[in-house]
């Protein structure tokens, strides 16, 4: 599976957007980018995944660069409740088993 | 539905006892894993399986068994606890096909061995 590079933190002010930003300069044509976040304590959560499509969906939005070697996880009006460590996955969707491979992420501070 | 659940959410072992820790899933998955996350660190994998009678090991499987009897259990064995498994453990499950990227996980087990 491709290698993913993340800032390891990231603050943001309640109601606005937060970007978070994923590098993956060796991804190849069959893998596919995905996000989960992990709530303190709590078992990580989906967010999106996308291949090289930009995506959208009730909680967040996946903007993926033309050359696919990064991507930006977006969310429209951060509240507190995001306040998590966010992770960027890259793998094939191959329909076997999803063994995720996860980094040390980007804690994302949601703050008033 | 109560997707993925894990007992006991809280252990403490003594250095040399054995233990399971159990995991169950109601959707009917077929693949189903477990993860470790150290203080700071991601999760790691530790073992996988694709289906009833079908395990296969993952990124730091030494130290753990595991079986899959059934569908919906995957109980994760620690047969002689260290000090280096104090971790906090996840189970994840999901289904095959085009949904397989969607990881299901649950609540988490803190284990502590002294």
């Not at chain 1, 491709?2 to 190849?28: F, V, Y």
């Not at chain 2, 790691?44 to 009678?53: E, T, W």
């Not at chain 2, 453990?89 to 803190?110: K, L, V």
Request: glycine share 8%.
């Amino acid at each position: 599976d491709a290698k993913t590079t993340q800032p390891p933190s990231m603050d943001c002010a309640e109601g606005r957007a937060a970007n978070l930003p994923c590098n993956h300069s060796t991804i190849s044509g069959n893998e596919y980018v995905y996000w989960y976040r992990q709530i303190h304590s709590q078992g990580p959560q989906y967010i999106i995944h996308g291949l090289k499509n930009n995506e959208t969906n009730e909680m967040a939005s996946l903007i993926i660069t033309e050359d696919r070697k990064s991507s930006t996880l977006i969310l429209p009006h951060a509240t507190l409740r995001d306040t998590a460590v966010y992770y960027c996955i890259v793998r094939p969707n191959t329909g076997t088993a999803s063994k995720l491979t996860f980094g040390t992420g980007t804690r994302l501070q949601v703050t008033l | 539905n109560a997707g993925v659940t894990q007992t006991p959410k809280f252990q403490v072992l003594k250095t040399g006892q054995s233990m399971t820790l159990q995991c169950a899933q109601d959707m009917n998955h077929e693949y189903m894993s477990w993860y470790r996350q150290d203080p700071g660190m991601g999760l790691r994998l530790i073992h996988y399986s694709v289906g009833a009678g079908i395990t296969d090991q993952g990124e730091v499987p030494n130290g753990y068994n595991v079986s899959r009897s059934t569908t919906e259990d995957f109980p994760l064995r620690l047969l002689s606890a260290a000090p280096s498994q104090t971790s906090v453990y996840f189970c994840a499950s999901n289904p095959r096909g085009d949904t397989s990227y969607e990881q299901y996980f649950g609540p988490g087990t803190r284990l502590t061995v002294t």
